[in-house]
């Protein structure tokens, strides 16, 4: 799961999507993984790191995840595969 | 070892360039941890969830705060708690206590009236329906008897002649008072001359007392003004029987009416914004009655039926979240372990919600909806919320009325009702329905049991 090369990200959680004019705000854990994926992490490196960094287990996380990528899916975020 | 970092369901939401609301309505999404000093977790572990929450320190402030707006400007004034709007008898006790009459609408409501102590004289019998057995019982007891129809006034006037008693009573009276819809389905219309016809009437019959003349003239009733019109209206009626019948009216019901600052669906403003305060509804109604030409000694007394303007804002209902869900058009979901079968009144209100425990300040817009299996079960097609986990807590504001008299038994049991006293100690003033007490009144026939017990 990659995001689009011309989306453009902030450390705060703004991201902005010049194809479109779509610009969107995210919360700091969004922000977090956002980065992840501009550093072009796999989805199993970044999950690794929530479950590193955050009070969350692993079940809670994998059902937010699905959740996240139908957020990014919706929002015309991601690279086509 | 580190500490981690407090986990929260990511989110994204679109910002969108829409016009500015110059208001800048309050955000909804400040967490309410307690109700008067009482941990919101630890009454839904206590008492389960959902769970309907009261403050009667509230209850007490509303009531006196109502009372002294009219004191204030009127010497006479009467207020009579508004049954139907909450009868709970923990609720009317305090009510009672506080020096309220009691306003009923059925014979159910008549008799917890009795059974809460209230004194016969103290009661006020309205609604279009009054069995003769009511209405007898009404009699005995010496209570006001409002008139709603002409059928109700005949079917009265032998009951007195049969019971050589002479009932105090009081005529409904409906009329136009500027505001849409006009309530004319209660009592007798005063333009049309239906409510002198219904005054003569009883005067002539010689059976009855008429000692009141009362109105209702709408519900959460935005327009101070229309109260005016009202009270100016009853005035003249009263002055009237006074002046062509010498017959002196003791007393002038104004009835209810005064809205809660709930906030009303479709509204573009919150409530607590536009509603007119009880002092706006006195000014209107005492300055009209001061001016309208009654005899300083011969002011009548001023009875208010309030019901909604005094409890509304002293209930809360808790909650828990069941789910969240994404819909088909990625618009985010969120289903509460309550629906429009425990919350009535979110069929007419956008009632406000807040989490109840620690929240970032991130908020989206979702659906709130119940647990039903009914696609109508939405408590707030938009509002904003912070990321809910399942099982954190949501608190509904402003829940007192009605809800607790009209929810429904409907797919799932109803809740319990606590009542935090002022010494911020929780009550439990109503139990959780349990299976065998919505069973209790059913009877299988005895051909379908020995079936049952047959299989």
């Known amino acids: ?81 | 070892m580190t500490q981690k970092l407090k986990y929260e369901r990511p989110f994204i939401k679109k910002m969108n360039m829409g016009l500015m609301n110059k208001f800048g309505t309050q955000s909804e999404s400040e967490a309410v941890r307690d109700i008067d000093g009482v941990a919101v977790k630890a009454l839904v572990n206590e008492f389960g969830s959902p769970l309907f929450v009261l403050s009667e320190r509230q209850i007490r402030r509303n009531y006196r705060a109502a009372v002294r707006a009219f004191k204030t400007r009127y010497p006479k004034v009467q207020f009579a708690w508004s049954y139907k709007t909450n009868y709970l008898n923990a609720v009317c006790s305090i009510f009672h206590q506080e020096g309220s009459w009691a306003e009923v609408v059925s014979g159910f409501e008549y008799r917890k009236t009795l059974s809460n102590g209230v004194p016969g004289h103290h009661i006020i019998f309205n609604g279009p329906q009054k069995s003769t057995e009511e209405l007898l019982l009404a009699i005995q007891n010496n209570s006001l008897i409002h008139i709603d129809h002409f059928d109700e006034l005949y079917a009265l006037i032998p009951l007195c002649q049969e019971h050589g008693s002479k009932p105090r009573v009081a005529i409904r009276v409906n009329m136009d008072t500027g505001i849409y819809p006009l309530w004319d389905r209660f009592g007798f219309n005063y333009e049309n001359g239906q409510a002198w016809s219904a005054i003569t009437k009883i005067i002539n019959s010689g059976t009855m007392q008429l000692v009141g003349l009362h109105c209702h003239i709408g519900t959460f009733v935005l327009s101070a003004s229309a109260y005016g019109v009202a009270a100016a209206k009853m005035s003249a009626l009263a002055l009237q029987c006074n002046a062509v019948l010498t017959t002196p009216i003791e007393y002038l019901d104004l009835g209810g009416g005064f809205p809660s600052t709930n906030t009303l669906k479709g509204a573009y403003l919150p409530g607590v914004d536009t509603v007119p305060s009880v002092d706006d509804f006195a000014e209107a109604i005492t300055t009209t009655l001061l001016d309208a030409g009654f005899k300083q000694d011969e002011l009548p007394l001023l009875i208010l039926e309030s019901g909604r303007v005094l409890i509304d804002d002293a209930g809360y209902l808790l909650g828990s979240v069941i789910a969240n869900k994404r819909l088909a058009d990625g618009r985010r979901a969120v289903v509460a372990d309550f629906g429009v079968n425990t919350l009535f009144t979110s069929l007419w209100y956008d009632h406000k919600i807040s989490p109840a425990q620690d929240v970032s300040p991130h908020t989206d817009t979702v659906t709130l909806y119940g647990p039903l299996c009914m696609n109508i079960d939405m408590i707030r097609e938009s509002v904003n919320l912070p990321a809910l986990q399942p099982g954190d807590n949501l608190v509904v504001h402003k829940v007192g009325a009605y809800n607790m008299t009209q929810w429904m038994q409907f797919i799932s049991l109803r809740p319990a009702i606590v009542l935090i006293d002022e010494e911020h100690r929780p009550h439990l003033i109503r139990k959780a329905e349990t299976l065998e007490y919505m069973e209790a009144p059913e009877v299988l026939p005895e051909y379908l049991r020995e079936a049952k017990e047959a299989t």
């Open chain 1, 1 to 81: 799961m990659k995001l689009k090369a011309n989306i453009a990200t902030s450390d705060n959680g703004f991201i902005f999507n010049p194809a479109t004019g779509d610009s969107y705000t995210s919360n700091s854990i969004a922000a977090f993984i956002l980065a992840l994926m501009k550093a072009g992490k796999t989805d199993a490196e970044i999950k690794l790191e929530i479950l590193q960094a955050y009070d969350v287990d692993q079940s809670t996380l994998e059902r937010d995840w699905e959740d996240w990528v139908l957020q990014l899916k919706d929002a015309n975020l991601l690279e086509a595969k």
